[in-house]
């Protein structure tokens, strides 16, 4: 339960922290990626269900706060380093990075992933099924390890295979 209360804290953050800013320049640029209407609605969804609002690092302007359309979905810059771990007791136990992709918590520390189609560091080996699958159990690649917080799977599970092929279609249609 406490993870479920932690995952709407952090969510409350990256609202507040991206607010105003997911109809901007980031968005317009993965719009430029998007052809067929799969990745039409792919990006539509990731809009609408915030995935980059964890998954690209914010970077400071003179404006604020806003997505580093550099590093869309490239998830958090290893330049950055490691998230102290922050006091897993008391009234303040989760603390995120200014880049809202590294977050601490009862959980540990994770790192937001690079959800780019990179070979190596995104998910460029990953089969629609792995996708589908890895947020539907909330498993890495659907069979492995347990992804946690704040990483929204027990919402996401909710969606439909449909809706889950449509996201899985849109950041891979940007490799081509
Ligand atoms: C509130 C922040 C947040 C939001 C919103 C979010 N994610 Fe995540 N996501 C994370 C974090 C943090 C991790 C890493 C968790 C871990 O390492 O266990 C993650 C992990 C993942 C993984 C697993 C990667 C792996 O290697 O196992 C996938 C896939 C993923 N996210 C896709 C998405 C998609 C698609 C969306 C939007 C529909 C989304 N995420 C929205 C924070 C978020």
Redesign the pocket.
Known sequence: MRYTFA?AL??VV?AVAVVGHVGGSAIASIRAGAGPAKTARGLY??TV???S???TPLKMTPTGPEPDATRLLAGHPEQIGALPRSTPHGAWPVSAAATNTA?SGPWGV????N?TPDQNTG?GIWTEEM?IQ??RTGK??GTS????????CPA?RHATDEDLQA?YAYPHSRAQ
């Open positions: 995952v952090v969510c990256a969804l990731a269900m915030g995935c609002d964890c998954h977050f994770s790192y937001a992933a959800l998910l996708f890895a947020l890495h690649m390890r347990p992804i946690v917080p704040p990483m929204p996401y996201i």
